[in-house]
Nanobody, 124 residues
């Protein structure tokens, strides 16, 4: 599956952004989808994941209550709605896919397919 992330940009503290990740090439609904992020000098970290049907979700504690992951299996797209953004949310955000039922996997190694990343910058 090929993944194309978009929607990054620059916002001020408290602002909102919606990231999108369009998938192609395989049956999208067969894949658990995740979002990860990587800040300069830091390891890639888990943000959120969603199961194949879109009913069940898994969030990192650092973003819980501020970010929402969703998916549209007709449009083959996964979204990350980010509200109440903070400077510490600044990072390159990556979408990822794995043909699995395990949406609890928070390790980057648990995902086989990755998008190219989209930069989110939050200024104070």
């Amino acid at each position: 599956v090929q993944l194309q992330a978009s929607g990054g940009g620059s916002v001020q503290t408290g602002g909102s952004l919606q990231l999108s990740c369009a998938a192609s090439g395989r049956t999208f609904s067969n894949y658990v989808m995740g979002w990860f992020r990587q800040a300069p000098g830091r390891e890639r970290e888990f943000v959120a994941a969603i199961n194949r049907s879109g009913v069940r979700k898994n969030y990192a504690d650092s973003i819980k209550g501020r970010f929402t992951i969703s998916r549209d299996n007709v449009k083959n797209t996964v979204y990350l709605q980010m509200n109440s953004l903070k400077p510490e949310d600044t990072a390159v955000y990556y979408c990822a896919a794995e043909q699995s039922t395990n949406f609890y996997n928070r390790s980057p190694g648990g995902y086989s397919y990755w998008g190219q990343g989209t930069l989110v910058t939050v200024s104070s």
